[in-house]
């Protein structure tokens, strides 16, 4: 069973374009993120929620915007597509940092972007 | 800055034990992650470290020295399957993590 899921997993889309990409999960947690991977670069965190009323920018936030629509769903948006968004994009979620926890997160399967 | 060093790449042979390291320059630390990410896959989570010492988990253990800023993971008894990236992460105030080491795995 996969406890997180998104969709698309594959995605082509041409420049210009809205791109809206989906999460959900069924952990119960209440962390979500957004990151994306380009080959040979580490994982570059997007947005995170801690909760459904508290979002907040990552590093590299410019280009995109999300919607936490649940406590288990977090969207992610490309309002105008451009070729370097194209990268392999993963939804993770966590648990909270609290006694006993240790806020370890969890991954999707990964959504491949490509814009031409 | 804050900062985590991983090797790019490392081969080893099938049956053998590899170390990857990992070293880190953080504002603060909260714990230290090890993930495994097959090519076009999740990363997957492997160990947390949180206080120095050995983490041992069938055959995967894991590291860490606190004061040397400094952990590594140990492969035992390796498998074809081990071929991946493993993936170094560190919580000061966020999680940040390292680019992955790719491990290749040789008959």
């Known amino acids: ?116 | 800055g804050q900062n985590i060093d991983q090797p790019t790449e490392m081969t080893a042979t099938e049956g053998a034990i590899v170390q990857i390291n990992c070293t880190y320059q953080t504002s603060g630390f909260n714990g230290l992650f090890w993930y495994q990410q097959h090519a076009g896959e999740a990363p997957t989570f492997l160990s947390y470290n949180v206080l120095d010492g050995l983490e041992e988990k069938g055959r995967f253990s894991s590291f860490l020295s606190r004061s040397k800023g400094y952990s590594y993971l140990l492969l035992k008894e390796l498998q074809m399957k081990d071929s991946a990236s493993y993936l170094c992460a560190v919580r000061s105030y966020q999680l940040i993590w390292g680019a992955g080491t790719k491990l290749i795995i040789k008959p």
Not at chain 1, 45 to 69: A, C, H, P, T, W
């Open chain 1, 1 to 116: 069973d996969a406890d997180v899921t998104q969709t698309p997993r594959n995605r082509i889309t041409k420049t210009g374009k809205r791109i809206m990409l989906e999460c959900s999960q069924t952990k119960g947690h209440d962390r979500m993120y957004w990151y994306r991977q380009d080959p040979g670069l580490g994982l570059r965190l997007i947005y995170y929620s801690f909760d459904v009323k508290d979002i907040n920018k990552g590093e590299i936030s410019d280009g995109y915007s999300v919607s936490r629509q649940a406590q288990a769903k977090f969207s992610l948006s490309l309002e105008s597509a451009i070729p370097n968004q194209t990268a392999l994009y993963f939804c993770a979620t966590s648990d909270q940092l609290t006694s006993g926890r240790t806020d370890t997160q969890y991954f999707g399967p990964g959504t491949r972007l490509t814009v031409l």
